[in-house]
């Protein structure tokens, strides 16, 4: 199925290029968090993923840095999800990371309607409008 935004009268209207960066992103969600968890976790800090040049730089800190911005993009995806009703947060949420379409219990209209406002919703917390 062809996933494009309603062009006429529509305030939540993204360029395409930051509309694509935003549904890619929420795509990434399960790799953004098991990463974060992966970073944040004490018993399993490892290093050896952070590139270090001879005795140049912090990778403590860059690796503080990379914690804090996919925290950043986290919240930003739940606390946009949490602006959709709960009872379409689930199929919203679902066919916008895998895609392959939303639940039957609702009419498509009104999942695609919730679908980009929880895209513009994620790029306003993002602050990218």
């Known amino acids: 199925m062809r996933d494009y935004q309603r062009k006429k009268n529509n305030p939540y209207l993204l360029p395409h290029n930051l509309y694509m960066q935003v549904k890619y992103l929420i795509r990434d969600y399960d790799r953004i968090k098991s990463e974060y968890h992966d970073i944040v976790d004490i018993d399993g800090i490892s290093l050896s993923d952070v590139p270090i040049r001879a005795g140049v730089g912090d990778p403590t800190a860059r690796k503080a840095e990379k914690?804090?911005?996919?925290?950043?993009?986290?919240?930003?995806?739940?606390?946009?999800?949490?602006?959709?009703?709960?009872?379409?947060?689930?199929?919203?949420f679902d066919e916008a990371?895998?895609?392959?379409?939303?639940?039957?219990?609702?009419a498509i209209s009104t999942y695609k309607y919730w679908k980009h406002r929880f895209l513009y919703y994620v790029a306003e917390q993002l602050k990218f409008v």
Do not use: N, S
């Open 67 to 92: 914690a804090d911005r996919l925290f950043d993009q986290l919240t930003a995806i739940e606390q946009a999800l949490i602006k959709v009703p709960p009872e379409y947060r689930k199929g919203v």
């Open 97 to 106: 990371r895998y895609g392959g379409g939303f639940p039957i219990d609702a």
